[in-house]
């Protein structure tokens, strides 16, 4: 009775049996203790795996910035390298039509040589604008050259093929614009404030005309009295771009008159690109609005 007492408390109290067998109450706390540690492992692992995910990516993304800004240095790079080499292209170009243009109007004995060597330099310019290989039956009338052909040689065909029919076209109204700028001079002196405001407004006009007629000339086909009454009408009916040309004409010369070494390599060169360019702005807008507007009256 003795030995059934201790065994039943031993069963009771979940003492070890004497064969050693664990009490069959705590199998399950062993049971939850392992899968707990098992837990713990796979959440540590994971943790140094989404560390190492997160090193990882932000190494990508030090590397990625890295490239972008190199990109970018280099871009900015080429884009000022390139920006300087087209801006030393022009300032040969200019020097070019400066130095090509004084000597072919002294060729000319300067009064007959200030026309043909205007229309020549505006072909050239024009042909550069538009692009080297863009020559047109225009173009070869004016006597603009090959893409091959030296600049001289350029010059000297337009010049040569423009200088009589230049001279009609131009010299007039050159001549008509020394004479209201000395009217002006006079006026200025001594006569009523009416009086200096017309000669002024007529200067303007003249002054205007001037400036648009060389790139007209070369731009479009018309008979040869016509050119400088259909710049005058151009003139008063878009006195906006004759006003910004006449602007910059004023800023050539006033930077001229600063620094006069300027007039003997590139004013002159710097003058007839930038009209010329404007000009050419300038028509391509109004060739677009009279089409335009004959489109709506034909429909």
């Known amino acids: 009775m003795v030995i059934e007492g201790v065994r039943t408390m031993a ?3 979940g003492a070890r049996s004497p064969h050693g067998d664990r009490p069959r109450s705590i199998r399950p706390s062993l ?45 900015l790079s080429g884009t000022v390298a ?35 060597a205007t229309v020549a330099a ?21 006597g603009a050259p090959d893409a091959d052909a030296g600049f001289l040689r ?19 109204v050159a001549v008509v614009c020394v004479l209201v700028a000395s009217t002006m001079g006079f006026a200025i002196t001594g006569a009523p404030g009416l009086l200096v405001l017309v000669v002024g407004a007529v200067a303007l006009v003249c002054a205007g005309v001037l400036a648009f007629l060389p790139t007209m000339y070369v731009h479009y086909e018309l008979p040869t009295l016509r050119y400088a009454s259909t710049a005058s009408r151009f003139v008063l009916a878009n006195p906006g771009p004759a006003l910004l040309l006449l602007l910059t004409a004023g800023g050539i010369t006033l930077l001229t008159m600063m620094l006069p070494a300027l007039l003997v390599f590139f004013s002159i060169g710097a003058w007839i690109q930038a009209s010329t360019a404007l000009c050419l702005s300038f028509f391509a807008s109004n060739d677009e609005r009279m089409s335009a507007l004959a489109d709506r009256s034909s429909n």
């Not at 040969?92 to 043909?116: D, H, K, R, S």
């Not at 009589?164 to 131009?170: A, I």
């Open 11 to 13: 069963q009771a109290t």
């Open 31 to 75: 049971t939850s203790s392992g899968s707990t540690g098992s837990a713990a492992t796979k959440a540590a692992a994971a943790t140094k795996a989404a560390v190492a995910a997160n090193r990882a990516a932000a190494t990508s993304t030090a590397a990625a910035t890295r490239t972008a800004k190199q990109g970018r240095k280099a871009a």
């Open 82 to 116: 390139t920006k300087s080499l087209a801006f030393s292209e022009a300032l040969v170009w200019m020097a070019q039509i400066n130095a090509a243009w004084i000597a072919f109007t002294l060729l000319g004995g300067a009064v007959f040589g200030f026309a043909p």
């Open 122 to 142: 505006s072909v050239l310019c024009r042909r550069r604008l538009r692009g080297a290989d863009d020559t047109t039956a225009d173009d070869a009338a004016l």
């Open 154 to 172: 350029a010059f000297w065909r337009a010049y040569r093929a423009e200088f009589w029919r230049s001279n009609v076209v131009l010299l007039p």
